[in-house]
């Protein structure tokens, strides 16, 4: 399917005082071909605290095709949050998530997000801690009318501590 378009010529008479004139004025009409899915690479994104991860690029689309004008993110935890006007994703506060104007993915997770894993109650010995998320990136366009596309997209963070358990014997000294 292509895109669609029409060229219209567009007449009409002025009235002015008793003098009429014809006015006239030619425009053409698009009705654009819209992305029909939104398609990443992987549908995983793992990073630790502090890892520098390349953005995870959507899928290539043929040329001519309307791409969305904007991206959101809703994950499955009440945990996160996605501020629209920076389009940085957060977890407890903590931003970890960008996506830019054309869907790429960046996992940029500060050093701050250690918090999460310190305030953890269950520390299990010898693993290694990690926050999932299931998470759907929408591509907005910008006709309200039109649906977006989406994709789905888990998130796994990574404590970059292991915490093992061990028993050390001493003597105690007076």
Known sequence: EVQQAALC??????????????IG??????KPKLLDALEYPSDTLRSTITEAVPPLQPKTQHEGVLMPSSYEVACDSSSFTFNRLHSVGSYEGHPFLEIDFHGAIT?????????VFDAM????AGEVLNVSLSCRVFGLFPDIDLQPVTADVDIIITDSTCWVS????????E
């Open 166 to 173: 061990e028993d050390l014997v001493g003597k105690k000294y």
């Open 121 to 124: 109650d269950a520390v299990a």
């Open 9 to 22: 010529h567009l007449n009409g008479t002025l009235t002015v005082g008793g003098t009429s004139s014809v």
């Open 25 to 30: 004025t030619s425009f053409v009409t698009v």
């Open 107 to 115: 996992l940029n997770i500060a050093p701050s997000f250690v918090r």
